[in-house]
T-cell receptor, first 113, second 112 residues
C-alpha cells in the first residue's frame, strides 16, 4: 500500500496567488481529514470528509480556504488568495472508520512570500 | 474549542533512560492515541487505547488510558537515538462528525 499521497511536497508562492494542495487517501478508507501544522498552534483540523461528504469544516480559517472531495480517491485544499500567514505544513490523513487512528501523508510545506 | 494539555513540551535525555509523557483534557474521550512525528514526515500511529484503564504495550512503548477518561500517558523504556522526534497525544469522542484533537507535542532528544 502506498499510503496517503500528498502533492506537492513543497510549495513556495507569492502572496495573492492561488494554491492547490492534493491528496490521495488509502484505497478503501472512507474518511479524509485535512490538518494544518504550525509551531504556534500545533496540529489543527481544517475539514473532515466522510464518504466524500464534508462533515465538519468549522476549522477552515476563512472563505479563502476551500476543500473538495470529488471522489473516494482524491481531495483538494485550495487557498485563494494566499497570504503569508498561511505558511504551514498541511497534512492529509485518511481512516477506515471515524473511530481509531488515522494514516497521515507526508505533508505539503507551504511558504507564502 | 477542545484542548489537550501535553507535557512536558520537550525532553533531553541520555540513551538508555526511560521517558514518560502525559496528556490531560477537560473533556472525556472514548479513544486516546499516541503518534510520533519524524522530521519532514507526517505523524505515525504508535498506540491506540479504547477503554478506560487500558494498558497497552508496543515494544518498548507502553501507554495507558486514564480511569477518568480525561488523561493518558506514554512511557518509553531504555531509549535509543531513533526515539528522537515529536510525540503527540490525540483524543477522539467517537461520535458522528468528530475528529482527532491533538496535543501540542513533546519533543524528545536522545544523546548517546
Amino acid at each position: 500500500d502506498a499510503g496517503v499521497i500528498q502533492s506537492p511536497r513543497h510549495e513556495v508562492t507569492e502572496m495573492g496567488q492561488e494554491v492547490t494542495l492534493r491528496c490521495k487517501p488509502i484505497s478503501g478508507h472512507n474518511s479524509l481529514f485535512w490538518y494544518r501544522q504550525t509551531m504556534m498552534r500545533g496540529l489543527e483540523l481544517l475539514i473532515y470528509f466522510n464518504n466524500n461528504v464534508p462533515i465538519d469544516d468549522s476549522g477552515m480559517p476563512e472563505d479563502r480556504f476551500s476543500a473538495k472531495m470529488p471522489n473516494a480517491s482524491f481531495s483538494t485544499l485550495k487557498i485563494q488568495p494566499s497570504e503569508p500567514r498561511d505558511s504551514a505544513v498541511y497534512f492529509c490523513a485518511s481512516s477506515l472508520d471515524r473511530a481509531g487512528g488515522y494514516t497521515f501523508g507526508s505533508g505539503t510545506r507551504l511558504t507564502v512570500v | 474549542g477542545q484542548q489537550l494539555n501535553q507535557s512536558p513540551q520537550s525532553m533531553f535525555i541520555q540513551e538508555g533512560e526511560d521517558v514518560s509523557m502525559n496528556c490531560t483534557s477537560s473533556s472525556i474521550f472514548n479513544t486516546w492515541l499516541w503518534y510520533k512525528q519524524d522530521p519532514g514526515e507526517g505523524p505515525v500511529l504508535l498506540i491506540a487505547l479504547y477503554k478506560a484503564g487500558e494498558l497497552t504495550s508496543n515494544g518498548r512503548l507502553t501507554a495507558q488510558f486514564g480511569i477518568t477518561r480525561k488523561d493518558s500517558f506514554l512511557n518509553i523504556s531504555a531509549s535509543i537515538p531513533s526515539d528522537v522526534g515529536i510525540y503527540f497525544c490525540a483524543g477522539q469522542f467517537n461520535q458522528a462528525g468528530t475528529a482527532l484533537i491533538f496535543g501540542k507535542g513533546t519533543t524528545l532528544s536522545v544523546s548517546s
